[in-house]
C-alpha cells in the first residue's frame, strides 16, 4: 500500500509562528552550524543573520505575505510572496529538515502556479546557483533563467497563454 501523502496546508503566519520561523531559518544554516566555534557565538550569528534577512524583506517588499506550510497541522515551512512588477515574487520558500522531499515546495510551487495561470501572471524567484535540488525543482516546473547576478540565479515562469509568453513565441 503506498504512503499517504500528508496534507498540506497554507495559512497566513502570525505572531506565535516566530519561535517556529528562528528554527526554520538555523535549520537552513548548515553553513553556519558548522563553524568551528562558541555555540554562543554561533547563535548570534544565526540571530544577526536573520534579523538582517527580515529587515531586508521588509525594506525591498513592504507589501509581502508571509505564510507557513503545514503538513498535517504541523508547521513545515514558510512561503513569502510579493508582487512585483506585475508579476509574483517568490521571496522566500523554506521548508524544515524532516519534511523535505516529501513534496512541500513542489506543491506550493504548482499551488502557486495554477493561481498564477488563472490570473496570466508570472513567477519570479532567485535560487543560489550552488543549490542544485532546488534548481532541478524549479527547472522540472518550467522556470527558467532570466539573469545571472554572481552566486545567484533569477528565475521566471510564464502562465501559458499570457501576454509575455505570447509575445515571447513571436
Sequence with gaps: M???????HIRPALAADE????ALYRSTR???LALLADKRYIDGLIATQRQA???GYRERYP??????LELDGTPAGRLVTACVDEALRVVD??????????????????????QGQ?????????????NAGARRLYAALGFVSEDEEGAVLQLRWRAAGSVATMAASR
Excluded at 507589501?63 to 507557513?68: G, I, M, R, S
Excluded at 513534496?103 to 506550493?108: F, K, S
Aim: charged residues 25%; glycine residues 4%.
Design 2 to 8: 503506498p504512503e499517504r501523502l500528508p496534507a498540506l
Design 19 to 22: 519561535d517556529f520561523f528562528a
Design 30 to 32: 548548515a553553513d553556519l
Design 53 to 55: 534577512q527580515l529587515a
Design 63 to 68: 507589501d509581502a505575505l508571509y505564510q507557513v
Design 93 to 114: 520558500l523554506a521548508v524544515m529538515p524532516w519534511a523535505r522531499r516529501r513534496g512541500v515546495a513542489t506543491e506550493t510551487l504548482l499551488r502557486l502556479q495554477r
Design 118 to 130: 488563472q490570473k496570466g501572471q508570472t513567477l519570479t524567484l532567485a535560487v543560489r546557483r550552488d
